[in-house]
């Protein structure tokens, strides 16, 4: 199957500092990308939809300004957790779906541990 | 909108019995169904998924699951687990129509008991 690499695995930073993670579609070509969070023993929720060459469309509740995404090619998604605090500790999971396949899986990233001292 | 409800949010089982995990969904629009399977620390792998015909869907690793449009109903079995099925198991659904979104059930954790 497609693969989907994210890096970093996990990141440890202070409060106050952004944080950048990427999401990579190794052997296909994305044009769109979505972005997860999960608590602990929770589920997944979708934070945002990330299109190539336009802007992320965010789902209610979820700040534009704190999280934000750049799909800036075919094979690439960026979060940053701009000014991150404590309550912004996750797992943070991407997915990626081939073009012209979109009905049938989702290829998910390995996810993302932040957590914000 | 969807919603999808996972019954059980714990399953204890002993090596080698059945496990049967439960999934319900809501919708006002027809769905695509799928299982996900979940180990720590890492990202979700494709267990199966029902688009279409047969209603009993074989996947990965000797799942299978059961569409019941009905019951609106999605149940993963398998008849015999191992200690290496010890792993999250996430239910989700997509509309057949407009944004490619999943939207994931609360998740089962099963553990395998030697």
């Known amino acids: 199957g497609a693969v989907v690499s994210q890096h970093p695995s996990r990141v440890i930073c202070k409060s106050g500092t952004s944080v950048k993670i990427e999401c990579r579609s190794l052997d296909f070509q994305a044009t769109t990308m979505f972005w997860y969070r999960q608590f602990p023993k929770q589920s997944l929720m979708l934070m945002a939809t990330s299109n190539e060459g336009s802007k992320a469309t965010y789902e209610q509740g979820v700040e534009k300004d704190k999280f934000l995404i750049n799909h800036a090619s075919l094979t690439l998604s960026t979060l940053t957790v701009a000014s991150a605090h404590p309550e912004d500790s996750s797992f943070y999971i991407c997915?990626?779906?081939?073009?012209?396949?979109?009905?049938?899986?989702?290829?998910f990233g390995q996810g993302t541990r932040l957590t914000v001292v | 909108a969807q919603s999808v409800t996972q019954l059980d949010s714990q399953v204890p089982v002993f090596e080698e019995a059945p496990v049967g995990l439960r999934c319900n969904y809501s919708s006002s629009v027809s769905v695509y169904l799928f299982w996900y399977v979940q180990y720590p620390n890492q990202g979700l792998q494709l267990l199966l998924k029902y688009l279409s015909g047969s209603t009993l869907v074989k996947g990965i690793n000797g799942f299978e699951a059961e569409f019941n449009k009905s019951q609106t109903s999605f149940h993963l079995r398998k008849p015999s687990v191992h200690i290496s099925d010890t792993a999250e198991y996430f239910c989700?659904?997509?509309?057949?129509?407009?944004?490619?979104?999943?939207?994931f059930g609360q998740g089962t954790r099963l553990t395998i008991n030697p």
């Open positions: 997915s990626a779906r081939a073009p012209g396949d979109w009905v049938t899986e989702a290829f």
């Open positions: 989700a659904v997509t509309p057949f129509q407009g944004a490619q979104k999943l939207v």
